[in-house]
T-cell receptor, first 117, second 114 residues
Framework: DTEVTQTPKHLVMGMTNKKSLKCEQHMGHRAMYWYKQKAKKPPELMFVYSYEKLSINESVPSRFSPECPNSSLLNLHLHALQPEDSALYLC????????????????FGSGTRLTVV | AQKITQTQPGMFVQEKEAVTLDCTYDTSDPSYGLFWYKQPSSGEMIFLIYQGSYDQQNATEGRYSLNFQKARKSANLVISASQLGDSAMYFCAMREREGGKLIFGQGTELSVKP
């Protein structure tokens, strides 16, 4: 079993709906990430949280709103999405980078397959 | 800026044969980490193998080995004795010391034939 748990695994939502994606890890990692991935494309970074604070927002539209309530949880709130937002949303966690510490990889969850209708 | 390049969109290999997936990278940071991930159709990104920029020896993990040629800035993944379950997308990725973002190449779709 993966050590990063994402729920739900599948989500279908209308363009006027509000929904949330959830991600949980218990590895003591203090950095957490949201990626968006289209079919047969590499994951694209959306947000980075470091010590529960948003450190990177890759110019993501405001209809995506991240939240990190504590060191184990990461949410992605969705509102007024467009059909082109349909994708696999991956959550990941890692040790926070430190000088000389480029060696920490990411642990990924299984993803949420989102369909916007 | 860091960059990862995978030039093989798709590859086929016969079961039980070895296959090499290519990856080249570019970075100005002397300290970096290179990673390979496998992504089956289920979607999960599975970590396979890691190589640090200061590592003297090529990394190995079971049937996976990394052919690291630092001067050429290449980090090719070698899968020995391919199995049907190896059919998946494979991503090469790099993480620099600064910023810590994990950046992915375009991926290679590997199909193992029986």
């Amino acid at each position: 079993d993966t050590e990063v748990t994402q729920t739900p695994k599948h989500l279908v939502m209308g363009m006027t709906n509000k929904k949330s994606l959830k991600c949980e890890q218990h590895m003591g990692h203090r950095a957490m990430y949201w990626y968006k991935q289209k079919a047969k494309k590499p994951p694209e970074l959306m947000f980075v949280y470091s010590y529960e604070k948003l450190s990177i927002n890759e110019s993501v539209p405001s209809r995506f709103s991240p939240e990190c309530p504590n060191s184990s949880l990461l949410n992605l709130h969705l509102h007024a999405l467009q059909p082109e937002d349909s994708a696999l949303y991956l959550c990941a966690s890692s040790q926070v980078i430190r000088p000389g510490g480029a060696h920490y990889g990411y642990t990924f969850g299984s993803g949420t397959r989102l369909t916007v209708v | 800026a860091q960059k990862i390049t995978q030039t093989q969109p798709g590859m086929f290999v016969q079961e039980k044969e070895a296959v090499t997936l290519d990856c080249t990278y570019d970075t100005s940071d002397p300290s970096y980490g290179l990673f390979w991930y496998k992504q089956p159709s289920s979607g999960e990104m599975i970590f396979l193998i890691y190589q640090g920029s200061y590592d003297q020896q090529n990394a190995t993990e079971g049937r996976y080995s990394l052919n690291f040629q630092k001067a050429r800035k290449s980090a090719n993944l070698v899968i020995s004795a391919s199995q049907l379950g190896d059919s998946a997308m494979y991503f090469c990725a790099m993480r620099e010391r600064e910023g810590g973002k994990l950046i992915f190449g375009q991926g290679t779709e590997l199909s193992v034939k029986p």
